[in-house]
């Protein structure tokens, strides 16, 4: 595709119920990252993959979020039991290869946990 | 670990002026880059520049450009003869090259709103 889509662009939750956010990355773009973008803060690192493999999950805040890449492409942030500080944006961004390449970033998804 | 400070959290231009944004950070390596990004009301995410610690020449990109010093640890965004579209919140960031095979996650500021006033 032309850019990292993801989707849903918006999403609102009841406190405890569980979501999955989606990333499409650019075709051929073998890293992928994930980021949460609390309001008015600069993003955060979350999760990285090279391909299929999880490399990197230091920043994910706690045991219930979790992120897959089964096939090294699109890639899914699931969130059990969602709680009111779970609220932020989530940017998606791949790069071509390891290293030094540019991250594209997606346009993210906005999660209201109520 | 590494952090990136971004003090000013408003700035404000007129239409066809010049703007610098500033930032520093903190690490104990050698070898990195540092980058701007813009995010505009959408929330799309865009480079704006970029820039290795080991090259001494300044970055830009058209009406943007870099004053980088990196014994002050500073990496500050200038722009030049600034647009209406320019209005966005900018962040700076920083990654390491260490490693290259491994994480090259990057690390934010907080970030600026920048205001273009016609």
């Known amino acids: 595709g032309a850019g990292v889509s993801q989707s849903p662009r918006y999403k609102v939750a009841k406190r405890g119920q569980d979501v999955a956010l989606r990333c499409d990355p650019i075709s051929g773009h073998v890293s992928l990252f994930w980021y949460q973008q609390a309001l008015g803060q600069g993003p955060e690192f979350l999760t990285y993959?090279?391909?299929?493999?999880?490399?990197?999950k230091s920043g994910l805040p706690s045991d219930r979020f979790f992120a897959e890449r089964p096939e090294g492409s699109v890639s899914t942030l699931k969130i059990q039991r969602t709680q009111q500080e779970d609220s932020a944006v989530y940017l998606c961004?791949?790069?071509?290869?390891?290293?030094?390449?540019?991250?594209?970033f997606g346009p993210g998804t906005r999660l209201t946990v109520l | 670990a590494q952090t990136v400070t971004q003090s000013q959290p408003e700035m404000s231009v007129q239409e066809a002026e010049t703007v610098t944004l500033s930032c520093t950070y903190d690490?104990?390596?050698?070898?990195?880059?540092l980058f701007w990004y813009k995010q505009p009301p959408s929330r799309q995410m865009i480079l704006v520049i970029r820039?290795?610690?080991?090259?001494?020449q300044n970055a830009t990109e058209n009406r943007f450009s870099v004053n980088f010093q990196k014994a002050a640890k500073s990496f500050s965004l200038k722009i030049s003869d600034s647009q209406l579209g320019d209005a966005a919140m900018y962040f700076c960031a920083y990654r390491t090259t260490r490693d290259w095979m491994a994480n090259s996650k990057l690390t934010f500021g907080k970030g600026i709103t920048l205001s273009v006033r016609p």
């Open positions: 820039q290795e610690a080991y090259k001494q």
């Open positions: 961004a791949s790069s071509y290869n390891r290293g030094a390449d540019t991250q594209y």
């Open positions: 690490t104990s390596e050698s070898d990195y880059y």
């Open positions: 993959f090279q391909n299929e493999a999880q490399l990197d």
